[in-house]
């Protein structure tokens, strides 16, 4: 079975510093999906990045970027010039890509921004 | 496109009554899954179905737990009866084949 694994419990950054959140997963399938949630107060379950596996090269949405190394299984999350709207709780997820996507998630880590 | 709709946002019942949580997904997506949060338990899948045919319920608790999916646009998660150890944080989420789950706002329930 897959395993997602987040080190961090929490982390805290100064607004406009640069934060990265580690994930670490487990599966023996040599293509899938790693994704970034993000869930705020609201507790709404927002995506913030897509990773597919067969893709070198790492994917970037504005502000945020992952450093995905294939083969250590390793899956980070860089948060530039942070802001306090980041502040959430981030789960990184797995997901086979054929059919339907179950999502398997990590404990989450809990981000704060101080100002 | 109004996103996952989930209703009730909060419940609050007593132990031993039967909850009906609800969802209605993205028009369009052929996939809908039902999640569970907790402290202790993290996200975790619950079922999930295809076309409105349950496909994986493994994730199911016990029988106290069931979901139907009558057409495309709407599903029920019911407990009968609840328990206090019920009580989380119940999201459904939609997609179509190899794109994103999109999440409701998730439904809070609390069992005393």
């Known amino acids: 079975a897959q395993t997602v694994t987040q080190s961090q419990p929490e982390m805290s950054v100064q607004e406009a510093e640069t934060v990265t959140l580690s994930c670490t997963y487990d599966?023996?399938?040599?293509?899938?999906?790693l994704f970034w949630y993000k869930q705020p107060p609201s507790r709404q379950m927002i995506l913030v990045i897509r990773?597919?596996?067969?893709?070198?090269q790492n994917a970037t949405e504005n502000r945020f970027s992952v450093n995905f190394q294939k083969a250590a299984k390793s899956f980070s999350l860089k948060i530039s010039d942070s802001q306090l709207g980041d502040a959430a709780m981030y789960f990184c997820?797995?997901?086979?890509?054929?059919?339907?996507?179950?999502?398997?998630f990590g404990q989450g880590t809990r981000l704060t921004i101080n100002p | 496109d109004a996103g996952v709709i989930q209703s009730p946002r909060h419940e609050v019942t007593e132990m031993g009554q039967e909850v009906t949580l609800r969802c209605k997904p993205i028009?369009?997506?052929?996939?809908l899954f039902w999640y569970r949060q907790t402290m202790m338990r993290g996200l975790e899948l619950l079922i999930y179905?295809?076309?409105?045919?349950?496909?994986?319920d493994s994730g199911m608790p016990e029988d106290r737990f069931s979901a139907k999916m009558p057409n495309a646009s709407f599903s029920t998660l019911k407990i009968q009866p609840s328990e206090p150890r019920d009580s989380a944080v119940y999201f459904c989420?939609?997609?179509?084949?190899?794109?994103?789950?999109?999440f409701g706002p998730g439904t809070r329930l609390t069992v005393t």
């Open positions: 989420a939609s997609s179509s084949p190899s794109y994103e789950q999109y």
């Open positions: 599966t023996s399938e040599s293509d899938y999906y």
């Open positions: 990773q597919e596996a067969y893709k070198q």
């Open positions: 997820a797995y997901s086979r890509p054929q059919g339907a996507q179950k999502l398997v």
């Open positions: 028009s369009g997506h052929d996939y």
């Open positions: 179905f295809n076309n409105n045919v349950p496909i994986d």
